[in-house]
């Protein structure tokens, strides 16, 4: 079965940190562009990093560079995003998606039908 599964969310306190895992199974991920999406209730889905097939990149949006690092790990076909200093504003439904018909990965909202493959989300809760 071909899906990705994400892990790791709950609830944290201002400033504090998660790590999200977004595993792959059914097909290769090293060969996909992957990124990482965010939904904040009464808002669109927003692109925050995507990392090339070819490794280019982690490419971050500026409310979470510095703070986010989005890493892989081919040999347990998983993705990772380490999100630290986390704020009250990251609280979202945060989902990772691969896709390769782009030369390189994409995040603008435009580019997300690109995106073959989708997690089912995974709640991130922050509290100040």
């Known amino acids: 079965q071909v899906q990705l599964v994400e892990s790791g969310g709950g609830s944290v306190q201002s400033g504090g940190s998660l790590r999200l895992s977004c595993a792959a199974s059914?097909?290769?991920?090293?060969?996909?562009?992957v990124g990482w999406f965010r939904q904040a209730p009464g808002k669109e889905r927003e692109g925050i990093v995507c990392?090339?097939?070819?490794?280019?990149?982690?490419y971050y949006i500026d409310s979470v560079k510095g703070r986010f690092t989005m890493s892989r790990d081919n040999a347990k076909n998983t993705v990772y995003l380490q999100m630290n200093s986390l704020r009250p504003e990251d609280t979202a439904v945060y989902y990772c998606?691969?896709?390769?018909?782009?030369?390189?990965?994409?995040?603008?909202?435009?580019?997300?039908?690109?995106?073959?493959?989708w997690g089912q989300g995974i709640q991130v809760t922050v509290s100040s």
């Open positions: 998606a691969a896709e390769w018909y782009e030369p390189r990965c994409q995040m603008g909202g435009q580019y997300q039908p690109s995106y073959e493959y």
């Open positions: 059914g097909f290769t991920l090293d060969v996909y562009h």
């Open positions: 990392i090339d097939n070819s490794d280019g990149g982690p």
